[in-house]
């Protein structure tokens, strides 16, 4: 089998003056790729979000490479450097401190300078907390829709939080512990108490944890054990449920209702508070609505 894989390897091109988005572990250092490892190998600079963490990486594998530190404070100018070392004829590999480069973790503006440049990329497929999580939580989700890190001050959280009551996908986040409490508190008072909601804790790590219960079970579960406040989540939320043929009968009764005596803005905003949809959507609808009311009239 070793044979195999190095020669699907050695089949594989690996031009110069190329960037390779490399993914790396989430925790498991056994869940690198063969690809990766050799990848790294040949590349002549690594640009790494901690040149610590990479450090040690390298070094469990016998590697040892020139690193360039790239995190989200110096994107912008680590992407001009890259961009001289690339266009030199260099490969250079770029790294995160675990999982995707550029998914929820610094990257995306050095890859978009290196396009911008004219540059190839290649990306190295790997770990994901995101995809793990969802594969071991049994939601429905041949959609998803991804968030990422919520916002830190309450107020805006709750205004994030609330554009999302009426996406139908299941919804990732990623949250860091001290953190957990108050974004499970703030996923209880925007979202219905019935949904679904997964946490996938440590992920391949050697105390991984993956819980699933209801948003109204949520705050008991984390609190029930002192453990469950540490290492990091990824949070996934159920989508809204998809509204049938008499939810929407129900809907354009109410918009009717409310055209009669309020402007469409009004009995749309009105509405989306009601039904929980979108009110943009309610905002066409209302204006068709009122358009036919009119055409009746005359």
Not at 134 to 158: C, H, I, M, T, W
Request: charged share 20%.
């Amino acid at each position: 089998m070793h044979d195999v894989l190095q020669d699907d390897i050695a089949q594989q091109t690996y031009p110069s003056a190329t960037l390779y988005v490399v993914a790396t572990p989430i925790g498991n250092a056994g869940d690198i790729s063969l690809r990766a490892l050799h990848t790294l190998s040949i590349v002549d600079a690594i640009a790494c979000e901690d040149t610590r963490n990479t450090g040690h990486l390298l070094t469990r594998y016998g590697l040892s490479k020139n690193l360039i530190a790239a995190h989200q404070h110096n994107e912008r100018e680590v992407a001009e450097k890259l961009i001289s070392r690339l266009q030199a004829g260099e490969r250079i590999a770029l790294v995160s401190d675990a999982g995707t480069p550029a998914v929820s973790d610094p990257g995306a503006r050095i890859v978009d300078a290196v396009r911008n440049a004219g540059l190839r990329v290649v990306p190295l497929p790997g770990p994901s907390a995101a995809v793990a999580a969802l594969s071991a939580s049994g939601l429905l989700n041949d959609q998803f829709y991804f968030v990422g890190f919520l916002p830190a001050k309450a107020k805006q959280r709750e205004t994030f939080l609330f554009g999302l009551k009426s996406v139908a996908a299941t919804m990732v986040f990623y949250e860091a512990p001290h953190r957990i409490h108050e974004t499970v508190a703030a996923l209880v008072a925007a979202f219905e108490p019935t949904r679904h909601i997964v946490f996938a804790r440590e992920l391949t790590k050697l105390f991984e944890e993956i819980h699933r219960c209801t948003l109204a079970e949520a705050s008991a579960w984390i609190e029930a054990d002192v453990h469950r406040q540490k290492g990091e989540f990824v949070v996934l939320l159920e989508g809204a449920p998809v509204a049938s043929d008499q939810d929407q009968l129900e809907t354009e009764r109410i918009l009717k209702i409310l055209l009669q005596e309020c402007s469409v803005k009004q009995a749309a905003t009105l509405t989306a508070h009601i039904t929980g949809q979108k009110k943009n959507a309610l905002y066409d609808r209302a204006l068709q609505l009122k358009g036919e009311a009119d055409d009746a009239g005359n």
